[in-house]
Each structure stands twice: as structure tokens, then as C-alpha cells.
């Protein structure tokens, strides 16, 4: 199984600010099959990132996504109010597919 | 625009069978993998497998001899079974469509919908 590994747990950040999460495959993943996620409290998660850097249908360009191999970025350029969230990255390359334990960028 | 909705009891009693529906709507179930995910309070993102919308599946092996993924194409749904449940499988089950554009990525999700094992 691929462990893939967030960091860090939490984020205090302020509007305006820059947010970078980090995200670490146990084992080389196909910068195809990552994608990076947002979920707010009581909602489901909505897809920002797949293919490690294209964003989905919707999402400003603040968000950006970058990496390979092992190492995946997502860059927050300017943190929005309604961006403070849980973000989680998920591997879909190998099986069983896996998720990062999440990211919680909370107001600093 | 796709619409996925989970549907079926919020409370089943330890080693009873978990079952839920995933109901597809604004566009066919074919041509797509479907996933469920679930959720434990507080706790992330699990995934528990997968269906091709021609019936072949994969489970997550922590879960695989609990699980059995299905699919009616004919009433653009997918299905959920988890025999033996223990509070452990106290979560919010998601279903989500599997996009294929680059890759495999969850692109439509389910509100979700929670689960509770409780006698």
C-alpha cells in the first residue's frame, strides 16, 4: 500500500498569505493519479487538482498543484476566507488507492 | 451536471449488514468507475473500493472480505454492501465518480451520508 503522508497537520496562516502543503508518496506515484481535495466542515470534498497540476472546472487559479515522483505541492498563492479547510491528497496509481491524513489551514 | 445521492439507514446494529445506494443522476453510469469512500467522525478520508460501471471491482484489502461493490446501469445506480459492521464502520459514507480526463481523480461526490453501528 502507498502511505501517502501530509504535512503539515495544520497551518496557521491570515488572509492574504501564502499556503504551501506538502504531500509524500512511501513509493514513486505517477503524477497522473494525484489529486488534492478541499473539505469544510460538514460538506463532502470537492476535487481542486488531479494529474498533480491541472485544476478542476471552477477552482480560482490561487490554487496551484506541482510535484513528482514522491514530493507533491499544493500552493494556496493568497489565502481567501473561504479557504481555511481540510485538504487531503489522494494517490490513485496504485491499488488500494490512499489518501493523505489531510492538512487543516486554519485562520493564524 | 452530474448528481451522485447516497440513500439507506443511518443506524444498523453490530454484525448486521451495512447497505447503502448511490444514485447517479444527470448523466450515465457508463463509461465510468464509481467509488466509495467513507469518513469515521473526526477522522479522514478512507477509500473502500471501486466498480466499473461493466460490473468488475476492486476493494480496499483492509476491508475486502467485508465488502461487496454492485451496479443496476438499467436504474443508474451503485451499491454498497458491509457484512459484520462493528462501531468501527461508524462513518459518513461517500459515493464519488471516478474521472479519467489525466489519470483517475474523484471529480463528483455525494453529500455523504453517516452510518451509525449502535444496538
Known amino acids: 500500500e502507498v502511505v501517502m503522508t501530509q504535512s503539515p497537520d495544520t497551518l496557521s496562516l491570515s488572509p492574504g498569505e501564502r499556503a504551501t502543503l506538502s504531500c509524500r508518496a512511501s513509493?514513486?506515484?505517477?503524477?497522473?493519479?494525484l489529486s488534492w481535495y478541499q473539505q469544510k466542515p460538514g460538506q463532502a470534498p470537492r476535487l481542486l487538482i488531479y494529474?498533480?497540476?491541472t485544476r478542476a472546472t471552477g477552482i480560482p487559479a490561487r490554487f496551484s498543484g506541482s510535484g513528482s515522483g514522491t514530493d507533491f505541492t499544493l500552493t494556496i498563492s493568497s489565502l481567501q476566507p473561504e479557504d481555511f479547510a481540510v485538504y487531503y491528497c489522494?494517490?490513485?496509481?496504485?491499488?488500494?488507492?490512499?489518501f493523505g491524513q489531510g492538512t487543516k489551514v486554519e485562520t493564524k | 451536471q452530474v448528481q451522485l445521492q447516497e440513500s439507506g439507514p443511518g443506524l444498523v446494529k453490530p454484525s448486521e449488514t451495512l447497505s447503502l445506494t448511490c444514485t447517479v443522476s444527470?448523466?450515465?453510469?457508463?463509461?465510468?468507475?464509481w467509488s466509495w469512500i467513507r469518513q469515521p467522525p473526526g477522522k479522514g478520508l478512507e477509500w473502500i473500493g471501486y466498480?466499473?460501471?461493466?460490473?468488475?471491482?476492486s476493494y480496499n484489502p483492509s476491508l475486502k472480505s467485508r465488502v461487496t461493490i454492485s451496479v443496476d446501469t438499467s436504474k443508474n445506480q451503485f451499491y454498497l454492501k458491509l457484512s459484520s459492521v462493528t462501531a468501527a464502520d461508524t462513518a459518513v459514507y461517500y459515493c464519488?465518480?471516478?474521472?479519467?480526463?489525466?489519470?483517475?481523480?474523484?471529480?463528483?461526490w455525494g453529500q455523504g451520508t453517516l452510518v451509525t453501528v449502535s444496538s
Open positions: 444527470g448523466g450515465s453510469i457508463s463509461s465510468y468507475y
Open positions: 466498480i466499473y460501471f461493466s460490473g468488475s471491482t
Open positions: 464519488a465518480r471516478v474521472g479519467i480526463l489525466i489519470g483517475y481523480y474523484n471529480d463528483y
Open positions: 513509493q514513486s506515484v505517477s503524477s497522473s493519479y
Open positions: 489522494q494517490q490513485n496509481y496504485n491499488l488500494p488507492w490512499t
Open positions: 494529474g498533480a497540476s
